[in-house]
């Protein structure tokens, strides 16, 4: 990869629900500006750039008088889109990362398929219906609409774990060094790591 080659992708969404402008860059060093309306979405999201040295800037005006949901929704929406065309041609990519991560009493396994085709697995349990202004069941839909757009096969599960907060930080922390893990470019593949010849 050349210098001037920084993967990095700017993504802008707008409907009646959610208005949303997502700056990624992949090669980054974990420097995050991210106003989202929700105080702990916006701590989760600081914590996915900081532990995946990935720069993001996300500005995001949803409609919180609802719920949490759209908003929630839609940022996985856009970042999997950002995800998707930072990484471009996955030219010489690990394209699998994976981590048992873990944050207190809580062990997180997150395992990532850069394949092109969407799946997630998703498996755990929560105490609360919600932390902050987050809802609890909103971790599953927020994973479900990255793997979707960014083209991802993703496994998230909790191994252990019982504060609601935890969980969900460790799953962003995971989330993250897994996708760093598998983004990272690695200088024995000089192609794309398929015998497809592509992915
Ligand atoms: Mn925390």
Redesign the pocket.
């Given at each position: 990869m050349a210098v001037s080659e920084i993967r990095q992708a700017t993504v802008k969404r707008k409907t009646s629900e959610t208005d949303i402008a997502l700056f990624l860059r992949i090669d980054g060093s974990g420097e995050a500006e991210v106003d989202t309306g929700i105080g702990f979405f916006d701590?989760m999201l600081k914590?996915f750039a900081k532990h995946g040295l990935f720069d993001l800037k996300l500005k995001v005006t949803g409609d919180l008088i609802v719920d949490c949901h759209h908003t929630i929704e839609d940022v996985g929406i856009v970042l999997g889109e950002a995800i998707k065309e930072a990484i471009g041609d996955k030219m010489s990519i690990r394209r699998y990362g994976d981590i048992i991560l873990p944050m207190d009493e809580t062990l997180i396994m997150c395992a990532i398929d850069l394949s092109g085709r969407p799946y997630l697995g998703f498996e755990s349990t929560f105490t609360a219906d919600s932390v902050g202004y987050f809802d609890t069941q909103m971790v599953k839909e927020f994973f479900y609409a990255i793997s979707y757009s960014a083209g991802m096969n993703l496994h998230i599960r909790k191994i252990a774990g019982e504060n609601d907060?935890?969980i969900i930080?460790g799953m962003f922390k995971a989330f993250a060094k897994a996708l760093d893990e598998a983004t990272v470019k690695d200088t024995r593949i000089k192609t794309i790591l398929s015998t497809k010849g592509s992915l």
């Open positions: 701590h914590s907060h935890h930080e």
